[in-house]
C-alpha cells in the first residue's frame, strides 16, 4: 500500500461555503483529446465599432439610442429575464407544480466607451470607475422595495455565451434569494453563530498563513485558488477585512479593488496568450434589510478552459449527474497563475 | 395589475428532487442571438472506422486491441478519474483543508459495434442489449465492497465534450454517494418518510392527471419534461411502478426501458433534424448495502440546444452564480416534443 499524494492520488475536497464534495483527479491531466476546440477569435477591435449596440451613440436593438457617453454607462437590458410588473397572484397551488412571480430589473453595464478594450487592458482608475458604479448600483436597485438580492456579474468571450465584445457586465436585481446565493448564506450563517467570526475571515487567515494557493494580495484584498476550486483556472478574490456588501468600502479599498482586479485579469491574458474567457461575479449580502453579519465580500471567477486557448473543461455527464470534477490540482493551478507577470503579453509582444 | 400569467410572466418554480428554485423567463425566447453558434457535424460515418479507438478490433490509446467485439463491449477507461488502489491516509486535517482519497472505476460501454448508429438508429431489441449490459455492471461493480454509487451516463455529440461519435457511454464507479446524488438522496428520505410513499411515484401520477408534461408513456415508463426543467429540452424518464434501481428490472420492465430509449431520442433527432446532443444518465439507489426504499429509478437528459441546431443555451454568470434559469418554459418544449414524430427524419429523407 503506498501512502496517499495529493498530486497523485483522486480524492474529493469539501466546499465549506455550498457544503458538498468536488472530485479531483491529478492523475488524469493528460489524457489525450480528440474533442471539440474553441475558436481563439484575436481579432483586432476598433475603438468605436459602428455595429455594435454597446457603442458610444448607437443604436440598440430595440430602436433606442445610447448616448454619445464616456467611461461607464448602465442601462436597463432590452431583452432582460426579470419584469418590474407586479402581477396578480393566487398562492394556492397543487403538490409538485410550486411557482411563484418573480420581479425584478436587468441592467448592462459597458464598462468603457472604448469597444477594443477589456478590464486586463484598462487604467486601474477607469477600473475604479466600474467599481465605484457597482456600488452606487447596488445601493440604488437594494433601495428599491420590491429587490432584496443584486447579482453583479460578467460574462466575457464567446466560449461564455457573451455576443459582444464590447466590454460589459450585467445586474440581475430582483424579490428573492437566488439558490446558489442562498446556500452560500446558509453556510456562512452557521459558521458565523458557531464561531462568532466569518468563514471566509478564517479561511483567507489560513490560507495566507500556508501559502499554496494565494496567486496574490494588496492592503485590502486576497486572489486565490480556493482549495476546493472546481474549474481548472477558478479564482476568488476576498476582501481581507469582512465587509458584508461593496457598500461599506472605502475610496482605497474601491481602489485596491480595482487594482487586484486589473492584475488578476492581466494574468488570466497571459496565461494563454488571449482575451481570457470567464464568467466572474460577486457575492454579498442580500438587500432584504435584514441583518447578515455573515456575509462577507468575495467575487468568483468561474474560466472555462483547461489546458490551452482551445480547450476547454466540458462539465459534462458525470459532472451534471453526480459530481463537479477537475483534473489538474487547485494547487498547481495557483503556482502557475502564480508564476504569470502582472504586464500585459500585448505590451511585451 | 395584471393578472400572473405563466407563459408570459417571470417566475420561479421548486424542484423537489434538490430542494431548490429556477427561474423561468417564458419573455425572452425572443431575443435576437448574435453570440456563438455551435458546429453541426453531420458527415455520413463509416459502419467501422480505422482510426476509432472505440471501432471492434482496433488499437486503443494505450496500445491494447479490442476483441472482435459485436454488439455491446464494456472495458476500464484507459485515462479514468478514479483508481481502484487503496492508498494509506491519516485522517487528520487542518480546518478548511479537508480531503479523502476517493477509490472506484471507471469504464466504458461501446453500445454498438456499428460505428455510424447512435441509440435512436438502434433496433430496440439492440438497445435492450445495452440495459442488459447497465443491470449488469451494476451489479457486478456494486458488489465490490468499496464501491457505494453507481454512474451510468452517456456524453453524446462534441458540444457535450464527447470525443469520438462511437456510439458509446460511461460508468464511474465508486466508494462515496457523489454530492448531487446524495441531495437527491436525502429529498427522496425526508418525503418518503413523511408521506410513506416515493416522491416520484407521487409525481408522475399528478402529470399523468394533467397532462401537460408528458411526452409519452409505455407501461412501464413515463418520459416528461419536469415542471422544474432546467435546460430547453430537459426530460425525464420514470418508471411507473417503483423500482429502486435496475436491479429489480423484469425482462420485460427492460424492453420497455429500450423502446422508450429509442422514441425519446429519435424525437430528439427529429427537433433539429440533427444528431441530437445531451447528457443523459441514470439516477437510482446506491450500493453502499444499506435500504433504500426512498428511491426510484428515474433517467434524466440535459440536452444544450436551445433555438436551433446552431445556438445552445448558455449556463454561465447568472446561472453558475446565483440560479439556474431558462427562456421557454417546459410546457412549451412539451408540446414541442409530443408533437414530433417517433419516426426517425433520416427514414423519411
Ligand atoms: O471521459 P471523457 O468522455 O473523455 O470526458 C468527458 O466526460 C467526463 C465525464 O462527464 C468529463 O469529466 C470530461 O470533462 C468530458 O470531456
Ligand atoms: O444576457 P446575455 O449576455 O445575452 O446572455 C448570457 O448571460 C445570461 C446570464 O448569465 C444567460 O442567461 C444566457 O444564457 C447567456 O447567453
Request: aromatic share 12%; with cysteine; charged share 25%.
Amino acid at each position: 500500500n503506498s501512502s496517499f499524494n495529493q498530486k497523485k492520488h483522486p480524492h474529493r475536497r469539501y466546499n465549506p461555503l455550498l457544503d458538498e464534495w468536488i472530485l479531483v483527479s491529478p492523475q488524469r491531466a493528460n489524457r489525450p483529446w480528440q474533442g471539440q476546440t474553441e475558436k481563439v477569435a484575436e481579432e483586432k477591435l476598433p475603438v468605436h465599432d459602428p455595429n455594435c449596440y454597446l457603442c458610444s451613440g448607437n443604436m440598440r436593438v430595440n430602436g433606442e439610442k445610447n448616448p454619445d457617453y464616456k467611461g461607464v454607462y448602465v442601462f436597463d437590458n432590452d431583452f432582460g429575464s426579470l419584469m418590474k410588473v407586479d402581477v396578480e397572484f393566487s398562492d394556492e397551488q397543487p403538490d409538485f407544480f410550486s411557482l411563484k412571480p418573480e420581479r425584478g430589473i436587468n441592467r448592462v453595464i459597458c464598462f468603457s466607451d472604448n469597444h477594443s478594450l477589456t478590464l486586463p487592458e484598462m487604467e486601474v482608475n477607469d477600473i475604479k470607475k466600474v467599481v465605484d458604479v457597482w456600488q452606487q448600483q447596488y445601493e440604488e436597485l437594494g433601495a428599491e422595495d420590491y429587490i432584496n438580492h443584486v447579482q453583479i456579474f460578467e460574462n466575457k468571450g464567446s466560449v461564455m455565451g457573451c455576443s459582444n465584445p464590447h466590454p460589459h457586465g450585467q445586474i440581475w436585481a430582483q424579490s428573492s434569494i437566488p439558490s446558489t446565493v442562498l446556500r452560500t448564506q446558509e453556510n456562512l450563517k452557521k459558521y458565523f453563530e458557531k464561531n462568532g467570526r466569518s468563514l471566509l475571515e478564517d479561511y483567507v487567515k489560513k490560507e495566507l498563513e500556508v501559502r499554496e494557493r494565494i496567486i496574490f494580495e494588496n492592503e485590502d484584498f486576497v486572489a486565490l485558488v480556493p482549495f476546493w476550486a472546481v474549474w481548472p483556472y477558478e479564482t476568488m478574490i476576498v476582501s481581507k477585512r469582512k465587509t458584508e456588501n461593496i457598500l461599506k468600502f472605502s475610496d482605497p479599498e474601491k481602489h485596491s479593488l480595482a487594482e487586484i482586479l486589473k492584475d488578476l485579469t492581466i494574468k488570466y491574458d497571459n496565461l494563454f496568450e488571449i482575451s481570457f474567457p470567464y464568467s466572474a461575479g460577486i457575492h454579498q449580502s442580500p438587500t432584504d434589510g435584514k441583518p447578515h453579519p455573515e456575509w462577507h465580500f468575495h467575487m468568483h471567477f468561474y474560466p472555462p478552459l483547461l489546458r490551452n486557448a482551445e480547450v476547454k473543461k466540458f462539465m459534462v455527464g458525470y459532472e451534471m449527474l453526480a459530481e463537479p470534477q477537475r483534473d489538474i490540482t487547485p494547487e498547481q493551478s495557483a503556482e502557475i497563475l502564480q508564476n504569470l507577470s502582472v504586464v500585459h503579453y500585448k505590451t511585451y509582444k
